[in-house]
């Protein structure tokens, strides 16, 4: 039988009247009243004490002591095993109880911990999470600045299949942002050197790799139908204003949760289009964007951004991905970070 234990990762400590755990951490911490028994509770679920050697309070006993007349000894009187149960669901139902090993040789050891952590449901195997992970399918278009980066976060958080699709090569100035090319790489296709980066974490990935522009609705169509994805993840930014949308439509035909992000020189930002809880991100930049009027003729914009803000977003959209495909903590809300002031900004998406 898997033995219930105190999380190790919420570090119990007492803090006047009180046991907290998960300290100074919004939306983690919870706590219980500091008495002897629930101090000696929590030592027998860390291992330190032995069930059999748990007494009663010494107010119960003071209460008890009348009708004792003697018979027994102070150390004598252990709690029922109906007190003590009822103890340990108190802390199983607070989300305080793990069956975690803590084998720190296991491969997503790390992640398990994680989970367990910011877990504060009453389950009591975080590994179900990871399983999650790894039993997920992503599509991502796009394997420029943010994907390509995205692709190597989700392998290293333990997804086991993806679809990309890209039809660029790679070009020196990748090099300076996108994590999985290097120099030999330069003339390549980057769904092939994505391929071969992500499989260097982890030879079981599978991977389907398309090497196509996506020109029309149409095409993206076809990759709904044809690939059995869990969510999908746009990174690309052509066609401009029409591919977000596409994936709106799609999302919703398919019922199939959509995740788009970029950045725009010192802003990163983030969505989640969940079929029948959010609005689409039309309807969120109809509301919250600026007009799209060009003031000058004949000028493009020229792509201004550093490896630093390409990782910030890549690795805001892999963990808005973590949280839909697991459930934990998913907050339907668009995140928007502007590096320049260090201000963040949310938006609430439910459906009004």
């Not at 169509?221 to 066609?239: G, L, M």
Request: hydrophobic share 35%; charged share 25%; proline share 2%.
């Amino acid at each position: 039988m898997t033995l219930l234990k105190i999380k190790k990762t919420l570090q119990p400590l007492i803090v006047e009247e009180k046991i907290i755990f998960g300290f100074g951490q919004d939306g983690i911490e919870r706590s219980i009243e500091k008495s002897e028994l629930n101090i000696d509770i929590l030592k027998v679920l860390n291992g330190e004490k032995e069930r059999e050697q748990l007494t009663i309070s010494t107010e119960e006993f003071n209460n008890k002591v009348k009708v004792l007349n003697g018979e027994k000894e102070r150390e004598q009187l252990t709690i029922s095993t109906e007190e003590f149960n009822n103890k340990v669901k108190v802390l199983k139902d607070l989300g305080l109880l793990t069956i975690n090993d803590y084998d720190k040789q296991h491969k997503y050891s790390r992640n398990i911990n994680f989970f367990e952590w910011m877990d504060i449901s009453n389950n009591t195997d975080p590994s179900i999470y990871q399983r999650k992970l790894n039993n997920a399918h992503v599509l991502i278009v796009g394997l420029g600045g943010i994907g390509a980066n995205v692709c190597e976060i989700l392998a290293r958080l333990g997804i086991q299949t993806f679809t990309i699709i890209d039809n660029d090569q790679i070009d020196e100035t990748n090099l300076t942002r996108q994590g999985t090319y290097f120099k030999e790489d330069i003339g390549k296709n980057k769904v092939d050197i994505v391929e071969k980066y992500i499989k260097k974490i982890d030879s079981t990935i599978n991977v389907n790799k398309i090497n196509k522009y996506l020109a029309t609705k149409n095409d993206l169509q076809e990759i709904y139908k044809k690939y059995n994805f869990d969510i999908s993840i746009c990174c690309a930014d052509t066609p401009k204003h029409k591919i977000d949308v596409w994936f709106d439509d799609l999302s919703i035909a398919f019922n199939k949760p959509f995740i788009s992000g970029s950045y725009a020189s010192t802003v990163i930002n983030t969505f989640c289009m969940y079929p029948n809880l959010t609005i689409t991100s039309s309807e969120l930049y109809g509301e919250q964007g600026a007009p799209r009027e060009q003031l000058l003729e004949n000028i493009t914009f020229s792509t201004s951004v550093i490896a630093p803000v390409t990782y910030m977003a890549a690795g805001l959209i892999s963990y808005q991905a973590f949280s839909v495909i697991t459930q934990l903590n998913y907050k339907p809300e668009a995140i928007q970070i502007d590096l320049f002031n260090w201000d963040v900004y949310k938006y609430d998406l439910k459906k009004k």
